[in-house]
């Protein structure tokens, strides 16, 4: 009994919360990432990757699940959170937020087609054009 | 309402529908024409609040720059924490950029009439250093740069104690920022030089001169450390007629003037604050200094702050203490060995420095208060605070009556809707 139920809630929390992956250009030298480098990228700490090659990141829109799920599972973040620590950069003109895309096929043709580029998708939608990063 | 409120309002819904105008255009340039929008970058951000303070023989404000506040003037004022800004950010070249911030909110005359609080141009130098000119934020604080920013923040406005330590937050001249990355530790470290100058509530003027500050934030993953120290020379033009009447009395009346006129005064302020925030909770701390070598004394504050973050809703606990380090009071000119005629006017001198030297702030506050995240991209705020003044000061109170009594205690009740566009 206990056991169907925590299935049935397992079922219904991964069809409520997409499994999102970070992903990078097939091209791309890089393979792996830890929550930690994957926030300083996100946030706009650094602008290199750890091989020292440059970092674009790329956002999906601001009311995508597959975005607030990537925030909320690799850098610990509520949608709130990253808007109050985008608005601290960026009304003191010391930054802005990383490039959107409108939605995920726009996101996967720009990461696949630019070396530099990193960005999230849900792991199904992970083909041969980009690659999703290991966690260390 | 009587005509003057009318003005103030009416100039306050000018500047919210002059960058509404100011929105609905950019947002229609995003979509017809690219290159315009990629050029420009348009932000605004608000708050509506309204305080409520037990004390009625004087006003709780924000900062020495208001006329009034809440209390005496307003049983509910919502002049206190409302403000609404809008910024626009112009990428002239690669490395060129400007910026243009104007906020509208509760000036020194009691109008709404929007400023121009920063406004510069920048340079990138390299990936890893800038130098702007300009009017640029003045960094003495952990939270310097986002203190306007209502939603940026957990509290509704930061801790008074600590924040009224170096009032202004904007210079006009020059900075220059050098980023470090060792690991994944990043290091910001800034120089500003220029100068500030403000017109006061009770008139005069005051200009900080000469003005610099250097500043170093090291990031670590989750943890900000930031310290800066900053020097100024001061002169408060009110302040330094009433000093030359002292001067007038002799090298008794010379002496007082030379240890309290602030005329072109070297002002320190020295500053160090921490904050961890791992996403689900988060705990921060400052400690300040701030000597102004003049009448205005030395002052020492800190504060830590907690909030845990329960889905939507974060409440939060702040304790700030404010101490005054130099002497609250003077025995002034001596009284007795002066002639009958000169005898009063004396008398009226002592009076007024001791007045300002007993309203050096001595206080501390113990605030509880909740956000909630009730919709995208804005927030509304409960918060609670309990002020206890030290003996004989009114703490950071302004407008005080004559029935007014210092060292009692005050609880200040605020709510206010932050938004970020």
């Given at each position: 009994?206990?056991?169907?139920l925590?299935?049935?809630l397992?079922?219904a929390?991964g069809?409520?919360?997409?499994?999102?992956?970070?992903?990078v250009s097939a091209?791309?030298a890089?393979?792996?990432?830890?929550n930690?480098?994957?926030?300083?990228?996100?946030l706009?700490k650094v602008?290199h990757?750890?091989?020292?090659?440059?970092a674009?990141?790329i956002?999906?829109?601001e009311d995508s699940l597959v975005?607030?799920e990537?925030?909320?599972?690799?850098?610990g973040?509520t949608p709130?959170?990253?808007?109050?620590?985008?608005a601290?950069i960026?009304f003191t003109?010391?930054g802005?937020?990383?490039?959107?895309m409108s939605?995920?096929t726009?996101?996967?043709k720009f990461?696949?087609?630019?070396n530099n580029?990193i960005g999230?998708?849900?792991?199904?939608w992970v083909?041969?054009s980009?690659?999703a990063l290991?966690q260390? | 309402?009587?005509k003057?409120?009318t003005?103030?309002f009416s100039?306050?819904?000018?500047?919210?529908?002059l960058?509404?105008?100011?929105?609905?255009?950019?947002?229609?340039g995003?979509t017809?024409d690219?290159?315009l929008a990629?050029?420009f970058?348009?932000?605004a951000?608000?708050?509506l609040?309204v305080?409520?303070?037990?004390?009625?023989r004087?006003?709780f404000?924000?900062n020495i720059?208001?006329?009034e506040g809440?209390?005496y003037?307003?049983?509910?004022?919502?002049?206190?924490d409302?403000?609404?800004g809008?910024?626009?950010?112009?990428?002239?070249?690669?490395r060129?950029?400007a910026?243009?911030?104007?906020?509208?909110?509760?000036?020194?005359?009691n109008t709404?009439?929007p400023h121009v609080?920063?406004?510069?141009?920048k340079?990138?130098?390299?990936p890893?250093?800038?130098i702007?000119?300009?009017?640029?934020v003045?960094?003495?604080?952990?939270?310097?740069?986002?203190?306007?920013v209502g939603?940026?923040?957990?509290w509704?406005r930061?801790?008074?104690?600590l924040y009224s330590?170096?009032?202004?937050d904007?210079?006009?001249?020059?900075?220059?920022?050098y980023?470090l990355?060792?690991?994944r530790v990043?290091q910001?470290?800034?120089?500003t030089?220029g100068?500030?100058?403000s017109?006061?509530?009770?008139?005069?003027t005051g200009?900080s001169r000469r003005?610099?500050?250097?500043?170093d934030?090291v990031?670590?993953?989750?943890?900000?450390?930031?310290?800066a120290y900053?020097?100024?020379?001061?002169?408060?033009s009110?302040l330094?007629?009433l000093?030359?009447?002292f001067r007038q009395f002799g090298?008794?009346g010379?002496a007082?003037?030379?240890?309290y006129?602030?005329?072109?005064?070297?002002?320190t302020?020295?500053g160090?604050?921490?904050?961890?925030?791992?996403?689900?909770?988060?705990?921060?701390?400052?400690w300040?200094t701030t000597?102004?070598?003049s009448?205005?004394?030395k002052?020492?504050?800190?504060?830590?702050?907690?909030?845990y973050?329960?889905g939507k809703?974060?409440p939060y606990?702040?304790?700030?203490?404010?101490h005054a380090d130099?002497n609250?009071?003077d025995?002034?000119?001596?009284?007795s060995?002066?002639p009958?005629f000169?005898?009063?006017p004396a008398r009226?001198?002592n009076?007024?420095l001791?007045?300002?030297?007993g309203?050096i702030s001595?206080?501390r506050t113990?605030?509880?208060g909740?956000?909630?995240?009730f919709?995208k991209n804005?927030?509304l705020?409960?918060?609670?605070?309990h002020?206890r003044h030290?003996?004989?000061?009114p703490?950071?109170l302004?407008?005080?009556q004559?029935?007014f009594q210092?060292g009692g205690?005050v609880?200040l009740?605020?709510?206010a809707?932050?938004?970020v566009?």
């Amino acid at each position: 009994m206990s056991v169907s139920l925590s299935v049935a809630l397992s079922l219904a929390a991964g069809a409520a919360v997409a499994d999102v992956v970070p992903v990078v250009s097939a091209r791309s030298a890089v393979t792996a990432l830890s929550n930690s480098q994957l926030a300083d990228i996100f946030l706009g700490k650094v602008s290199h990757f750890p091989n020292g090659l440059p970092a674009v990141p790329i956002d999906l829109a601001e009311d995508s699940l597959v975005r607030d799920e990537f925030y909320a599972k690799f850098l610990g973040k509520t949608p709130a959170q990253i808007k109050a620590f985008w608005a601290k950069i960026i009304f003191t003109g010391r930054g802005h937020p990383p490039k959107t895309m409108s939605n995920g096929t726009a996101l996967k043709k720009f990461i696949a087609d630019n070396n530099n580029a990193i960005g999230y998708l849900e792991r199904e939608w992970v083909d041969s054009s980009v690659k999703a990063l290991a966690q260390p | 309402m009587n005509k003057y409120a009318t003005l103030r309002f009416s100039s306050c819904w000018t500047a919210i529908g002059l960058l509404a105008t100011l929105s609905y255009s950019a947002g229609a340039g995003q979509t017809s024409d690219d290159s315009l929008a990629s050029m420009f970058a348009l932000s605004a951000f608000g708050t509506l609040g309204v305080v409520h303070s037990s004390e009625d023989r004087a006003d709780f404000t924000y900062n020495i720059f208001r006329p009034e506040g809440a209390g005496y003037s307003q049983a509910w004022s919502p002049d206190v924490d409302s403000r609404v800004g809008g910024q626009i950010v112009a990428s002239l070249a690669p490395r060129l950029s400007a910026m243009v911030q104007v906020i509208s909110e509760q000036n020194y005359d009691n109008t709404f009439t929007p400023h121009v609080e920063w406004a510069n141009l920048k340079y990138q130098v390299t990936p890893y250093a800038s130098i702007r000119v300009g009017r640029i934020v003045l960094p003495s604080f952990l939270v310097s740069d986002s203190r306007n920013v209502g939603y940026t923040n957990a509290w509704i406005r930061p801790p008074v104690e600590l924040y009224s330590l170096v009032p202004v937050d904007s210079s006009d001249g020059v900075d220059v920022s050098y980023r470090l990355h060792s690991g994944r530790v990043i290091q910001t470290l800034v120089g500003t030089y220029g100068e500030t100058n403000s017109t006061l509530p009770a008139g005069g003027t005051g200009n900080s001169r000469r003005q610099w500050i250097v500043s170093d934030t090291v990031e670590y993953g989750s943890l900000t450390v930031h310290a800066a120290y900053q020097e100024a020379h001061l002169t408060l033009s009110n302040l330094h007629a009433l000093f030359g009447h002292f001067r007038q009395f002799g090298a008794q009346g010379n002496a007082l003037a030379d240890t309290y006129d602030p005329y072109n005064r070297r002002l320190t302020f020295f500053g160090m604050g921490a904050m961890y925030d791992p996403g689900a909770w988060f705990v921060m701390g400052e400690w300040g200094t701030t000597d102004f070598h003049s009448v205005l004394g030395k002052s020492t504050a800190w504060y830590a702050s907690t909030g845990y973050r329960l889905g939507k809703v974060t409440p939060y606990l702040t304790y700030g203490e404010l101490h005054a380090d130099s002497n609250r009071s003077d025995p002034g000119l001596t009284v007795s060995t002066l002639p009958p005629f000169l005898a009063g006017p004396a008398r009226g001198l002592n009076g007024a420095l001791n007045s300002i030297l007993g309203s050096i702030s001595d206080q501390r506050t113990m605030s509880i208060g909740a956000r909630w995240d009730f919709v995208k991209n804005v927030d509304l705020k409960l918060q609670y605070d309990h002020t206890r003044h030290g003996a004989g000061s009114p703490g950071t109170l302004i407008n005080l009556q004559p029935d007014f009594q210092p060292g009692g205690t005050v609880d200040l009740f605020s709510v206010a809707i932050d938004f970020v566009w």
